[in-house]
């Protein structure tokens, strides 16, 4: 499901304007990535919280070259789902 099939799936059930609908979308990334940046996790009971994760330096390889590389400390956005959001995932049965 991309964005804009997210945001008309919304606007439909709701009777909100599309445009109002993006918009809001469109503010909670940022203040989601805006607090994670700033070091902040951002918790939805019932969904699950974003967060970042450091990774440690560690040595890489270019396979194109069979060079190593270092790569260095960095952090990574993480998402942890919560725990009945993954029971509502399992239940839906089939894969």
Do not use: W
Request: aromatic share 10%; glycine share 6%.
């Amino acid at each position: 499901m991309t964005k804009a099939e997210v945001i008309l799936a919304i606007s439909r059930k709701t009777g909100i304007d599309k445009e109002d609908v993006k918009n809001t979308l469109d503010e909670l990334f940022r203040v989601i990535q805006s607090a994670v940046t700033d070091n902040h996790r951002v918790h939805f009971s019932g969904f699950g919280s974003f967060s970042k994760k450091k990774r440690a330096k560690k040595i890489g390889r270019n396979i194109s070259t069979n060079t190593a590389i270092v790569v260095e400390e960095h952090y990574i956005p993480f998402f942890k789902h919560s725990k009945f959001f993954a029971a509502k995932i399992k239940a839906a049965g089939s894969v």
